[in-house]
């Protein structure tokens, strides 16, 4: 086997043998998607608050500062799935002693980049208030905002480290109850400081950063709790080098592959923007079509995750192959719900979204696009999974890279053919390629995780 960050990490020949079932795919994948779709409510709740105070510039500078805070911290996600993958393979080998070093080792480096965040606060709400150009007014609100929310650093990536952990035990249940803990929190806590105090912008910021400690603080009990019964790990074998650059090599691939979507995101917005400002509006409105399907696709991608690195860890083939074949399953299946929820209604929840009748009447005209990315994606969402799990992450990274290749040949032709309609086959033809290449690897990665011999 190729040496590096794909090998997986040694196990026992035994491990814990299990079978994959829909109802234990749904059992992770249900919780889960429940937990993802309480993250808009934070974002409306926070836009809410504000919007209270009557203040342009306020309401400005939240969205402002959102859009840094997402772009620095989807950054760091690694520390949430590169943890599952390891853990879950630690947890199929029967191995709890590596169930909890993983955890130590991806809890450590969330504490020390989240320190690095929270004294680089006022740099990074410098370089975003340069980067956004909203104005005087926009810039101070976001800057405060900015400053004040990135002091839940060390606390927010922390948390990325645990729910890691609980997901790679495919404990999804625990993993709902601590992201509704966490948004739950967030949102009592910026509602009072925010608007029962008078705080505004500063308020919200605060009352995220409460939230994230409290989340944090009940998570760790947790896990404290369940460490007290287990033998102590020495601090030799939690830096050891060897895992430590295993876990930093893949968590770079992640970080790549995590960088590269979002620029084909921001490519999107752009090549829309280049058409005018009603396309450019038109695109905003659709995307959240996409984004809403991908909280629904992330759970079952997170079942994938959990069940491919579980069947990993106990050298259990069959396992491994059933757990793509029944997550992707379940994804297609949610997705053709989502897709025909979207064309039937769509209209409608355009009116909702927005009241521009430009924008409205334009939007109908892509619809079905935005309706079927959630079909075009489901393998891109499992594979991904897949791959995270089974810590082929070199894999999934150039793979990544190849889809971004082909996505820019077709953003670079289609527009200019087709206008808009071009923009959106385009954003297909990337998640297409993302979740086809992906596929062609598994046959050949397969012989190499599972040897016929073991």
Not at 187 to 211: C, K, Y
Not at 375 to 395: K, Y
């Amino acid at each position: 086997m190729n040496a590096g960050v794909e090998a997986p990490p040694a196990l026992s020949a035994t491990g814990r043998p299990f079978t994959v079932t829909n109802r234990l795919v749904l059992s992770i994948a249900v919780p889960m998607t429940l937990a993802y779709l309480t993250t808009p409510l934070l974002g409306i709740t926070d836009t809410a608050v504000v919007g209270q105070f009557g203040d342009a510039a306020m309401l400005g500078g939240l969205a402002a500062g959102a859009i840094v805070f997402d772009l620095v911290f989807s950054t760091f996600n690694f520390l949430r799935s590169g943890t599952s993958g390891l853990v879950a393979q630690a947890f199929g080998s029967g191995d709890s002693r590596a169930e909890q070093a993983w955890f130590w080792r991806a809890f450590v480096l969330a504490i020390a980049i989240g320190i690095v965040l929270a004294l680089a606060g006022p740099a990074i709400a410098w370089a975003g208030a340069l980067f956004i150009d909203g104005g005087p007014a926009v810039s101070e609100a976001m800057t405060s905002y900015v400053i004040v929310r990135l002091l839940c650093s060390p606390f927010a990536l922390a948390n990325y480290a645990i729910l890691g952990y609980v997901l790679g035990r495919g404990e999804g249940m625990l993993g709902l109850f601590l992201q509704i803990v966490l948004n739950g929190a967030n949102i009592v806590l910026s509602i009072w400081l925010g608007l029962v105090l008078g705080w505004g912008l500063e308020g919200v910021a605060w009352g995220t950063v409460w939230g994230e400690l409290i989340a944090c603080i009940i998570g760790l009990g947790i896990v404290f709790r369940r460490f007290s019964v287990l033998p102590r790990l020495s601090l030799d074998i939690i830096l050891d080098r060897i895992a430590l650059r295993r876990m930093l090599a893949m968590n770079g691939d992640i970080m790549i592959r995590s960088f590269v979507l979002l620029s084909a995101f921001a490519l999107v917005a752009r090549q829309g923007a280049q058409l005018g400002t009603l396309t450019l509006a038109v695109n905003a409105v659709l995307m959240n079509f996409f984004l809403v399907a991908g909280y629904f696709l992330d759970g079952f991608a997170t079942a994938a995750e959990q069940l491919a690195g579980r069947s990993v860890g106990a050298r259990q083939r069959k396992s491994f192959v059933d757990a793509i074949w029944l997550t992707s399953l379940w994804g297609f299946a949610m997705s053709g719900a989502v897709a025909v929820l979207v064309i039937l209604s769509g209209d409608a929840l355009v009116a909702f979204i927005t009241t521009a009748p430009g924008v409205r009447e334009e939007a109908a005209t892509y619809l079905p696009w935005a309706a079927l990315t959630a079909v075009s994606g489901v393998l891109a969402f499992q594979m991904d999974g897949v791959f995270i799990g089974a810590t082929w992450s070199r894999d999934m990274r150039n793979m990544m890279v190849l889809s971004f290749a082909l996505f820019l040949a077709a953003l670079f032709v289609l527009p200019g053919l087709y206008g808009n309609h071009g923009i959106w086959a385009a954003l297909h033809v990337f998640l297409i390629a993302r979740g086809l290449s992906l596929s062609a690897m598994v046959p050949f990665r397969l012989r190499q995780t599972f040897p016929a011999s073991a």
